[in-house]
């Protein structure tokens, strides 16, 4: 957690002032029993009117102070505590911004956004808590026992009695939350994870019928949850009956040995008023230093979550020395690549070479799993590869930056993934500064333009979140238009005409080639009608090339790219 407070460096001066209010605060407060004792042994006794009305008006204005102070103090904490979470939680953002898809998977997504969310939270609560009530717990404890002890030093060794028991209970009930609330939080995770599930999967939950699976699933994360906070409230629950418990025998003890005192004479009745202030500021400090510590363990095993985030080092790194490629075609080579995902026992792909050229079309095509979407996720550097090169322009994509490596590339994932906001902005978003005319000329190649102009608001049309108000095919459109518009040197098209019909996909690909003329395309398939004119195709069998050539070329010479055509084209069709 400490390492986190690195975070408040830039409020230092926000922070100290907050630390001397608080100080203040207690100052005050400690003064006004000793005040009152004053009255008592002084103006009621000797029946001094005017010196109780002076010292009243006194302990008035110190209380004025007092509680200006804490004001301010509160205010000071509350802004300091929210501009620490507000940085946290945007160098969070930026963390995971870097994460490469290994990362993603390492963490989760479900776990990464309640660790941005409510374990900021818990450490923004800590931070507010700690400018307030932690600071001011010991200056009053302190100044308490100090008062204490001024007042009546003999009687002040109740105090040594009682505040090794409290502090023994304080650590015993923290042993005992701690790990409790580290498995909060993971309960947590799993809760936002099934609702994330089932918000996302909502049709494909409806239609196989599975709303009761669902609610179960969600009313069992829910109440693991809700029992483990069970848990903790309930060791929480003796907690404070227990501290009131000490507190009142404390209490009967001071005023029973104090009687005694002042039966005897040693003792004034205002100091023994004052001396009971002080034993309540002492357990009132402790009180707040127990509620501390029920504190510092969530947010401590918030910390840590928080911290795993940030030490987390992204394995996709720029090149301390980047070079730029000088030479603007796009050329793609694939030397001997292998690669394979972390953690899994044997490569997807397996010694990759082929040479993508520009203005040319690659194709590749395979069977479920072969490792198409892999390949394609290798040349944007989404993963890196185990051995060989990737070369773009000639140059290993590892000795350029990230920026101008993706830069060059115009991707179409095989899920289009559409953003909330107008439909102009989704195409917007593969160039910032393209114009309405560049827009609509994207969205015209991708065959876009019939289904826009068919919506109310046109290019104006407002998508809903993910892209749920279009069709599949629709999405797959806006997401080529939005590739288009870049004017890339490189086309990745992930199976990205999938959810066309034939006509449409025909139409598209006939506009395409005229307009990514200059370009490479590498296109993955399952249709072979969408690859069949291809200049290259590359067959890819569990991970490996079985065969490059053209359409006729792999007829000849390939098994596997013979059996999937024949499962798809008649004997006319293949011969043609
Ligand atoms: N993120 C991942 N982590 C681990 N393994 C993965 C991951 N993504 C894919 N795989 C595995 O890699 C293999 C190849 O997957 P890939 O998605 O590249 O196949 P594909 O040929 O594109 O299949 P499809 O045509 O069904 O999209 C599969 O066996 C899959 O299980």
Redo the contacts with the bound molecule.
Sequence with gaps: MIKLLRYLKPYRLSVLSALGLVFLQVIAELFLPTLMADIVDIGVVTGNTSYIFKVGAIMMIIALVGTLCAVYASYLSSKTAMAFGRDLRSQMFERAEDFS?NEF?KIGTSSLITRTTNDITQMQQVVMMSLGMMARAPMMGIGGIIMAVSKNATLSLIIVFVVPVITLGIVVVAKKVTPLFKLMQTKLDNLNQVLRETLTGVRVIRAFNRVEHEKDRFKEANHDLTSTSIKVTKIMAVMMPAMSLIFNFTTIAVIWFGATRIDNGTMQVGDLMAFIQYVMQIMFALIMLSMMFVMFPRASASAVRINEVFDTIPEIKDPLKSRATHTRDGLIEFKHVTFS?PG?EHP?LKDISFTARPNKITAII?G????????VNLIPRFYDIDSGHILVNGMDIREMTQKSLRGKIGFVP?RAVLFTGTIADNIKYGKENATMEEIQYASEIAQATDFISNMKDGFDSVIAQGGTNLSGGQKQRLSIARALVRRPEIYLFD?SFSALDFKTDSKLRGALKNETKNATQII?A?RVTTIIDADQIIV?DKGQIAGIGTHKELLKTCDVYREIVSSQLSEEEMAQ
């Design positions: 898809l998977n995902y899994a997807v395979g479920t799993g072969s490792g198409k979407s892999t390949l095989q199976d993955v399952q890819l």
